[in-house]
């Protein structure tokens, strides 16, 4: 099915998605990779405030190449996830309600993605160059010194994704690899 969402990604418009269904994103997304994930963690641990408010936000697993001219952006693939699996149950929790990247998420994740009513969503490796022309603006939010792994807030148009996990825990990479391996 295709969904179309506005932003803020609240637990109501995750509940209505389901595995295999393409979602296109339409308005605020936020960058952080591993270098970030690990400053705000430190920054949780803390107590000093985050760059950015969870509270129903979407994190895309991504660092942008150099912008072209006249672009917000350059290429802007998505990262594996799993790097990211240490610090996402966390962030969950604090109220992050998507999660956009590449790949399969460990149990820990799954399980805090059933307990928050969130969803991960999959971008396409590899059309980093497509992904990026419904990337509207780019602004550096915090971390500059990381380079491309800083964090960024995304204005985006139409940014297509496919939900590969929806908020009750249902794993597309784990339903399509039972149906179609044979060993």
Do not use: W
């Given at each position: 099915?295709?969904?179309?969402?506005?932003?803020?990604?609240?637990?109501?418009?995750?509940?209505?998605?389901?595995?295999?269904?393409?979602?296109?994103?339409?308005?605020?997304?936020?960058?952080?990779?591993?270098?970030?994930?690990?400053?705000?963690?430190?920054?949780?641990?803390?107590?000093?405030?985050?760059?950015?408010?969870?509270?129903?936000?979407?994190?895309?697993?991504?660092?942008?190449?150099?912008?072209?001219?006249?672009?917000?952006?350059?290429?802007?693939?998505?990262t594996?996830?799993?790097?990211?699996?240490?610090?996402?149950?966390t962030?969950?929790?604090?109220?992050?309600?998507?999660?956009?990247?590449?790949?399969?998420?460990?149990?820990?994740?799954?399980?805090?993605?059933?307990?928050?009513?969130?969803?991960?969503?999959?971008?396409?490796g590899?059309?980093?160059?497509?992904?990026?022309?419904?990337?509207?603006?780019?602004?550096?939010?915090?971390?500059?010194?990381?380079?491309?792994?800083?964090?960024?807030?995304?204005?985006?148009?139409?940014?297509?994704?496919?939900?590969?996990?929806?908020?009750?825990?249902?794993?597309?990479?784990?339903?399509a690899?039972?149906?179609?391996?044979?060993?």
């Amino acid at each position: 099915m295709d969904c179309r969402i506005s932003t803020p990604f609240t637990k109501e418009k995750a509940a209505e998605l389901h595995i295999g269904d393409m979602v296109y994103l339409t308005g605020t997304i936020y960058t952080a990779r591993d270098a970030a994930h690990k400053r705000m963690m430190e920054a949780i641990r803390q107590g000093r405030p985050l760059p950015f408010d969870l509270h129903n936000s979407i994190i895309y697993y991504m660092g942008p190449t150099p912008a072209r001219d006249g672009r917000p952006i350059g290429s802007a693939g998505p990262t594996t996830a799993g790097r990211m699996d240490a610090y996402a149950p966390t962030l969950l929790d604090l109220g992050e309600t998507g999660m956009i990247g590449k790949g399969r998420r460990n149990e820990a994740v799954r399980q805090a993605v059933i307990r928050n009513g969130a969803v991960y969503f999959a971008a396409i490796g590899g059309a980093g160059a497509l992904l990026s022309k419904a990337i509207t603006s780019a602004e550096v939010v915090a971390y500059e010194d990381l380079g491309t792994e800083a964090v960024r807030k995304l204005t985006v148009q139409e940014f297509p994704v496919i939900v590969v996990m929806d908020s009750k825990g249902n794993d597309l990479y784990e339903i399509a690899a039972s149906k179609y391996c044979t060993e």
